[in-house]
């Protein structure tokens, strides 16, 4: 499946390739249909999305173990402390989707191949207009080094992909993503399935039937305009020290 956190290096390479998924589809429910963002939207509401290589049908799956990211259980450790202040990095959301979603699959194609495909790229393209996909960027300097984008389904953020192209730049926005939530929900993230990285860094596994009650719980709560305007976020002092 889309498992979208995966850490990008010679040791992290878990992403399977669709094909031999297919050969056992744990949640495979249907194939066919558009990438319209109507479609999008009620298929994320129902704990459903979509996942294929460029020369399978359009496939849609609800997968009978998810992972989550409880609220507040992702913070930088003393190491990753160090490495932020050494690289000086800096944060922004939603200043460049397009560019995040393009690395993802880039990075992706390098290694195993990648599902974000131009039509998926274009369909989040038009999530992210209307102000559903969103995304966070990592900076060295004026570089865009890491990052991660999902889609905000109510108080839940149900994340799609991440890169880096330097060491830490996709956790660094992994934990920035939940700081950011935190501050107007209270920072659940639906990671789609677990994975080694995943649960190191401390996703929860999750039974599906306990996942969507979850996810109709949270799929109608609002949130504030402003939570995703584009701005440059920052860690506060209490982060750092």
């Known amino acids: 499946m889309p498992i979208w956190l995966t850490e990008l290096s010679a040791d992290h390479q878990v992403f399977p390739d669709p094909r031999k998924a297919l050969t056992s589809p744990d949640g495979l429910l249907a194939m066919g249909g558009d990438l319209s963002p109507t479609r999008l939207i009620n298929a994320y509401r129902q ?4 996942w294929f290589n460029e020369d399978d049908p359009l496939l849609w799956w609800s997968p009978s173990t998810r992972a989550v990211f409880a609220p507040h259980s992702l913070q930088l450790s003393r190491s ?19 560019d995040v979603m393009a690395q993802c699959a880039q990075t992706r194609l390098q ?9 998926m790229q274009q369909a989040y393209g ?3 207009e209307l102000g559903i996909a969103h995304s966070i960027e990592v900076w060295s300097d ?20 991440m890169f ?3 060491p830490n730049a996709a956790k660094f926005a992994l934990i920035m993503l939940q700081h950011h939530l935190s501050r107007y929900t209270d920072g659940l993230i639906d ?3 677990p994975n080694p990285f995943l649960l190191q860094m401390g996703a929860m596994p999750l039974p599906k039937n306990e996942y969507l009650a979850l996810l109709v719980k949270r799929r109608d709560w609002s949130v504030p305009t402003e939570m995703w305007q584009p701005r440059a976020l920052a860690w506060s002092s209490e982060e750092l020290n």
């Not at 990753?80 to 922004?92: D, Q």
């Not at 290694?111 to 039509?119: A, E, H, K, S, V």
Request: aromatic share 12%.
């Open 80 to 98: 990753l402390k160090k490495a932020l202040k050494k690289h000086n990095f800096r944060f922004t959301c939603n200043h460049s989707f397009n």
């Open 126 to 128: 038009e999530l992210h």
């Open 191 to 193: 990671c789609q399935m």
């Open 47 to 50: 704990g459903i999305f979509p």
């Open 111 to 119: 290694t195993t191949g990648t599902w974000i495909q131009p039509c």
């Open 142 to 161: 004026d570089s865009l080094v890491g990052g991660c984008y999902g889609l905000q389904i109510g108080s839940l953020f149900c994340g799609e992909s």
């Open 164 to 166: 880096n192209l330097v």
